[in-house]
């Protein structure tokens, strides 16, 4: 049956890599991220020869027990069988007075138990059960799960991967085999970034020049080919929908004041007037940003975000904000040095303040938060303050290489929640290894290792109180040399793997040597299902 043959195949894998494990094979052996607490008993487990039976699922666990029934048939070859005695008793449950991504596995003597404090919770668990079954090779060859009760629940509740269908368009059934593979690592949110120089991809029905211009490059970038495209409002909610079933909530991105190009190739009287007089193409940003002082630009953004909030149930929209040229151009537009002295702005920059209360306006007028990209008053260290005052309903996100411990002072002082992307550990578009990237598109990346990644804390070993702001984790996957899913899942893991264990297990229980240990079998079976993944084999050594 097949899925012996994945059985065997991954215990061939897993003794490849024995040198580097010090518990090869057991229910722990494969889990990622490693949960709080796993406890491995020499008692009975459950024996799925003759099949499972639901004795009780809580009826909003539907989507839940699908899950559980594919688990058991892909890893065990079991099928659910209710007449005969002799099958595991199968019980999903919701326990409200757990953490709502909180979960517990149970299972002993015939019978497998998971409870969560919601449905999510109950998914996580379901993760984890598959983890048990692709790691535990000699249980599963035999069509059991060891004696096994794992207690567990996150470190942080916003554990994110982000895409880049702007740079490089990624069809719908693309996205979604992403999200199959987030899934298994109990990340919970991926972002989306929809708009950039490259492209605008997001569906306008109030404004359909945005995408039968921002959509498509000129001819001599490659019009035609795969990186062309948008996503209508169905293909967004057929996304959203299948991640709202694994519990993945998706977040928008729409880069604004900066990364502008495919907009304002669109609406070429947005620019801002100054001496670059080039035309705007979609795909040559000339480093062109929207005129804060043009109207017009407030009521397209009002039309923009009302359908955005209409099409994304998330309760974010993220507006980029980051590496807008504002000298270049807001602080020589004749129409921006108006607005100054009207409005006793001091310095371009602060232009930012106006800008963003407007946009800000119709985001919370349409129900939503707003996130933006944290920028410093320098983009190298030392950095004093916040390029601008951001308000304190505005949740930022720390990127910038070397800037992170300024970002969570300021963000703590000012009251801004925190989302930790820190360049140094998170960015997966950066080389795994020198020669890793197309040459084409290295601009002096750093090169960020599988171990870089795993050492990552994203609390940067701050006292308690100093890091109660800092809301979660997220690793950002730039789209300029990703393009396909394939190339996107290559990039992603098995970094992805370290950052997931960041955001998910308490530091105290990490370390570098047991989640290499851990690592290999999911690399194993990414690889066996068909998902590109990079075999990182300097973290075979035992060094």
Partial sequence: MKFRSMAISALMCGLSFTAVSQDVFSPRSALVPLPAE????SGPGADFRGGYSILSADSSLAGEAAELGRILYLRLGAERNEADEGSVRVSLAVDPSMGREAYQLVCAGGTLDIKGGSAAGVWNGLMTLDQILIGDVPSTAVRSIAAVKITDSPRFGYRALMLDPARNFLPVEDVKRYIDRMARYKYNVLQLHLTDDEGWRMEIKSHPELTDVGAFRNKKDGAGAPDNGFYTHDDLRDIIAYAAERHIEVVPELDIPGHTAALLAAHPEMRCLNSDTASVAVGESHNLMLCASVDEVYTLYGDIIREVAEVFPSRYIHLGGDESVIERNWGECERDSVLMAQKGISSASQIMNHFFARILDSVRSNGKKAILWCELDNIYPPANDYLFDYPSDVTLVTWRYGL????????????NPLIMAPGEYAYLDYPQLKGDLPEWNN????????????????????????????????????GEAISDVNRASYMTYPRGLAIAEAAWTPVELRSWDDFRSRMWPNISAMMREGSAVRAPYEAASAE
Avoid: N
């Fill in 404 to 415: 992170t411990p300024k970002c969570i002072e300021l963000t703590r002082k000012h009251g």
């Fill in 443 to 478: 601009w002096g990346m750093p090169v960020t290792t599988l171990r870089k990644s795993y050492e990552f804390d994203p609390g940067y070993g701050l006292p308690a109180d100093e890091q109660a702001h800092i809301t979660g984790v997220m690793a950002t996957l730039w």
């Fill in 38 to 41: 796993v406890v491995v008993s």
